[in-house]
């Protein structure tokens, strides 16, 4: 998931940085209106490729060079539709309808509350790629995973899983090959629920090893300590990897 993110208020781009950074986005930076219009034309070019380029842009009005209604309006006329989640101190109303009339997709009035605004991030991100969220199989090895018909097989044989172990493995399977964090888990499975045992995910993940791995012989789902977990993209038999189209 990449976030590209327009604000020129330094300490608040740095502080977005990192907790975007922590939440698992690659994140590029910019000052400067222009600078972030050129990187987002960039990226909504290549974005039928789907291998470079913003999965999601995030801009504050108030830029130096070109503001971010200009750049919002400018990108939409040249036909990029990355979703856009606009970012502004003024919460006026009419300043919203100018934002999305713009052709924002959301927009957020400063001070935010960081837990929002990645919520709101990751509601565009999966607006845009819904077919290979919502119904793409997955497969890692042997271990298929169809998101659709929630349905878990390794080797062609049927796994039960509860409806938390499945949406972990979705989760990791979707992201194969990257380590997805503790913090990630909890906000996208449990939806940000804070009061939860500290070990409620070791708990899921052990019961999900316990199903999907234990009775093959197999290591799907790597601990990384103090980072998160992470299946491998692909194992040693050259099956396809995950998430591939
Ligand atoms: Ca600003």
Not at 13 to 26: H, T, V
Not at 28 to 46: I, K, N, P, Q, Y
Not at 180 to 199: A, C, K
Request: net charge negative.
């Amino acid at each position: 998931m990449r976030v590209l993110v327009a604000e020129d208020d330094v300490r608040l781009a740095d502080i977005l940085e990192q907790s975007l950074s922590e939440a698992g986005w690659q994140v590029r930076v910019e000052h400067d209106g222009r600078r972030a219009f050129d990187a987002a034309l960039t990226a909504g070019v290549s974005r039928a490729g789907a291998a470079v380029g913003f999965d999601v842009l995030l801009l504050d009005w108030g830029l130096p060079s070109m503001d971010g209604l200009t750049v919002c309006g400018r990108l939409r006329s040249l036909g990029v539709l990355t979703p856009i989640l606009m970012l502004t101190a003024r919460g006026a109303t009419p300043d919203k309808i100018v934002g999305l009339d713009a052709g924002a997709d959301d927009y957020l009035a400063k001070p935010f509350d960081l837990d929002e605004l990645l919520a709101r991030l990751r509601a565009l991100h999966r607006r845009i790629r819904p077919e290979i969220a919502d119904n793409q199989l997955l497969q890692v090895g042997d271990l298929m995973l169809d998101p659709e018909e929630r349905r878990v097989s390794r080797a062609g044989t049927q796994i039960e899983l509860s409806v938390r172990e499945f949406d972990i493995l979705r989760l990791l399977m979707e992201r194969a090959g990257k380590v997805v964090s503790r913090y990630t888990i909890l906000d996208e499975v449990w939806d940000g629920e804070t009061d939860l045992r500290s070990n409620v995910i070791d708990v899921h993940v052990g019961s999900l090893r316990a199903k999907i791995d234990r009775p093959f012989g197999t290591t799907t789902i790597k601990t990384l300590r103090g980072a998160g977990y992470r299946v491998e993209k692909s194992t040693t038999d050259g099956a396809p990897d995950a998430g591939a189209p």
